[in-house]
Each structure stands twice: as structure tokens, then as C-alpha cells.
Nanobody, 130 residues
Framework: QVQLVESGGGSVQAGGSLRLSCSAS??????????RGWFRQAPGKEREGVAS????????YYTDSVKGRFTISQDNAKNTLYLQMNSLKHEDTAMYYC?????????????????????WGQGTQVTVSS
């Protein structure tokens, strides 16, 4: 099992930026066919896939509402996943979770489904004031 720990959340005004980080412990986290992602959940709403990245080739996936504003990246040497969030909007307010799929199936067309992932962090809160 891998432990994921998020950091970098906070409060920011609309139009501002934040960078989230997700550190992982466990050597098995570095498998090349691993998919890692960021999800978010606002009060009263379902957990939503924000972005994912394929460890092996670096292919990235984004939900439409964050395209052009958010960037997912990874530092494989540090076992760390990042989410750079620019031009934040009030509707980006949510608890953000880091996730990893250790099954070895990669990301694929279902990257945005929470059930696709089998390791989760505890979350970090992002609050954007309008």
C-alpha cells in the first residue's frame, strides 16, 4: 500500500494561484504504468476528477472546466505529484484529493472515475473567495 499526503491548499482570492503537492511513500509507487490524479469534492457534490497523469509517458488528462488554468505534473525522482492552479475561480473551492491507481492499467478514457483509483490522500482544502 502507498501513503499519499497532500499539501499546499489554502485561501486565495479569485484570479489567484496555488500549487498543490502530493508526496508518496512506498517504492511501489514508481511503477511505470501507474496513473496518478487529482480529484475534488465540494460540499453536497460528488467527487470530481480534475486531472490525471500517466507515470510512464507523461500523458495528461483534464476536466473541461480547468483546461488552460490547471497543470498537473510529476517529479518522479521525488515521488511527488503537483497541481498548479492559476486563475482560480470561486467554483474551484473544494477539498482536493490526490489519488493513485496501482493496478498497472494506466489512465485511459476512465481517468476521471474515482473508482479507478485504489490509493487516496486525506485531502487539502482550497477556498477561493470571489
Amino acid at each position: 500500500q502507498v501513503q499519499l499526503v497532500e499539501s499546499g491548499g489554502g485561501s486565495v482570492q479569485a484570479g489567484g494561484s496555488l500549487r498543490l503537492s502530493c508526496s508518496a511513500s512506498a517504492s511501489g509507487y514508481t511503477r511505470r504504468n501507474l496513473c496518478r490524479g487529482w480529484f475534488r469534492q465540494a460540499p453536497g457534490k460528488e467527487r470530481e476528477g480534475v486531472a490525471s497523469i500517466y507515470f510512464g509517458g507523461g500523458a495528461t488528462y483534464y476536466t473541461d472546466s480547468v483546461k488552460g488554468r490547471f497543470t498537473i505534473s510529476q517529479d518522479n525522482a521525488k515521488n511527488t505529484l503537483y497541481l498548479q492552479m492559476n486563475s482560480l475561480k470561486h467554483e474551484d473551492t473544494a477539498m482536493y484529493y490526490c489519488a493513485a491507481d496501482l493496478s498497472g492499467l494506466g489512465c485511459g478514457s476512465v481517468w476521471f472515475r474515482p473508482g479507478r483509483y485504489n490509493s487516496w490522500g486525506q485531502g487539502t482544502q482550497v477556498t477561493v473567495s470571489s
